[in-house]
């Protein structure tokens, strides 16, 4: 499945490759400016939830940024990549003007290209390795646009390829979650030949893609596509099945199951625990953007209600809180506003939602921490109690510690609070599983570099393992887990004629 470094040189000297490089001198390439993304007005998106901020580049603006691209002899870019996608080749296909086959590329090692392109950090991971940044100090190639593009340009186009899949060798497996790390997993596994069924325990296939990420930044259209080609690949979906509760993990070995995958998230809410926490009107960030990115809380006609403001105040500074404020301005608050313990610098949210929320008119209170929840005589929230704070030294997390200050506190308005704070490992899977080794946060225990748990058949990975970490990294947890079950599955089945 992976590439080794020889492939891609030799990939790097075709034909094609070599007289593209020929036609552009590079200093005429270093010459040409990044491009920028055109985006909708502040003022026009707003108005709705379903939105998308980001409206793509044009064929020739892609071309274009394609051919800044140097095609190193040694592409870094590709060592910042967690699922390894040939950089260099997708994008001196879309040079050539091939977009389809560009797109092709993509899905060699990618599931969801057109979901990476869009929530994937570029910015600290393939373009942070690009050598206009390590080596000229100069704005890296727009990899992530690019990516976003050729997916986007095949969707469009109606011509969807499918990677190439081994003949099918009869073994089942099952994936616990259908979120990025799960539909990584099961899309490998199903180029490997083997019998893939995600079970899901919502009522749509997506994980986080669907309900936690809105949809002005990744429409849930875009992901229905990626889930599309996994069906055509063989992937079989079943939805409203918990596993350990609808099933257990006996009950599907029984059913013929030979190993599973366990990518079922971090979807259990943190709180802050300080008074008045319980009062009506505060609610965690998994439950107000479950309600409305994929119950439909914002429109009108939905049943599901959800909890409008004028004064909407989201805590934390990651990239759910600026999800949640966002969705809260478009959901009519008059101010919504973020509450941060620490400067905006140490914000991990990326650094375009930021930017996206501030033209939004969205207010950044930073070194601030809530202490208090005030209610009124029903109970419903109504003040915050925050507390200034400063910086000290730097923690665990490499961020300089928050510190509060005495007699700083004082009194913020608030109709609505969502707290955006942190989540913890859904504790179903790591509960019910007899002989399965656990962190005390919860997290399922793996062999790192195989993603393999203390149960040999059970490999896990995502936000399961990690507690929470982006969309990529989660894919290429799938990734890895996919290429050590195989291995895995080949000596215990498959090199002997064993009955399956």
């Known amino acids: ?23 552009t001198k590079a200093k005429d390439r270093m010459s040409i400016e990044r491009v920028q993304m055109t985006e909708m007005a502040p003022e026009e998106r707003i108005k709705s939830q379903r939105v998308e901020v980001n409206v793509g580049l044009t064929k020739e603006e892609a071309i274009l940024e394609a051919k800044r691209c140097m095609d190193c002899v040694n592409p870094t870019c590709m060592e910042g990549c967690p699922v390894s ?31 990476c392109g869009r929530v994937c950090p570029q910015e600290v991971q393939c373009e942070q390795k690009c050598f206009y940044v390590e080596k000229l100090n100069l704005p890296s190639v727009a990899i992530g646009h690019l990516e976003r593009f050729a997916a986007d340009f095949e969707r469009e186009s109606g011509v969807i390829s499918v990677p190439k899949l081994a003949e099918p060798n009869g073994v089942k497996v099952a994936v616990i979650g259908s979120g990025p790390s799960g539909l990584s997993f099961a899309g490998d596994m199903a180029k490997l030949g083997y019998d893939v069924t995600v079970f899901e325990a919502l009522h749509e296939i997506g994980g986080v893609l669907k309900y936690g990420i809105p949809e002005f930044r990744l ?32 009950d599907l070995k029984k059913e013929g199951y030979k190993a599973f995958y366990v990518g079922s998230g971090a979807g259990l809410p943190r709180f802050m625990n300080i008074p008045g926490e319980n009062s009506n009107g505060i609610m965690s960030s998994n439950e107000y953007l479950t309600r409305v990115n994929l119950m439909g809380a914002d429109s009108e006609e939905s049943d599901t209600p959800i909890l409008r403001g004028k004064n909407v105040v989201v805590v934390g500074g990651g990239n759910t809180a600026m999800d949640s404020v966002r969705t809260a301005k478009r959901l009519g608050a008059e101010r919504a506003i973020i509450v941060y313990r620490r400067s905006e610098e140490e914000m991990p949210a990326r650094v375009e939602e930021v930017h996206h929320a501030k033209q939004e008119g969205i207010e950044f209170l930073t070194l601030t921490n809530p202490i208090e929840y005030i209610a009124d005589e029903n109970s419903r929230v109504k003040q915050i109690k925050v507390q200034k704070m400063e910086l000290g030294e730097p923690d665990a997390s490499g961020r300089r510690r928050p510190i509060p200050m005495e007699g700083s506190e004082y009194m913020i308005e608030a109709t609505v609070v969502v707290v955006a704070v942190g989540v913890s490992p859904n504790p179903l899977i790591p509960n019910s599983v007899e002989g399965l080794e656990v962190s005390k946060w919860g997290t399922i225990e793996v062999v790192k570099d195989k993603m393999q748990s203390s149960i040999p058949e059970v490999f896990a990975g995502g936000d399961i393992v990690r507690g929470g970490a982006t969309v990529i990294l989660a894919m290429g947890d799938g990734r890895k887990a996919a290429a050590n079950m195989d291995i895995y599955l080949k000596e215990k089945y498959l090199s002997k004629k064993v009955e399956l």
């Open 1 to 23: 499945m992976e590439r080794s470094e020889e492939y891609i040189k030799n990939e790097r000297k075709q034909e094609w490759r070599v007289e593209l490089q020929k036609m």
């Open 219 to 250: 429409p849930n259209a875009v992901v229905d596509v990626e889930i599309e080609s996994l069906r055509k690949m063989g992937v079989e979906f079943i939805t409203n099945y918990i596993v350990g509760q609808t099933a257990s993990l006996d």
């Open 85 to 115: 996608i040939n950089i260099p080749k997708f994008i001196k296909y879309i040079e050539r003007g091939d977009i389809l086959e560009a797109a092709s590329v993509l899905k060699e090692t990618s599931a969801l290209p057109a979901v």
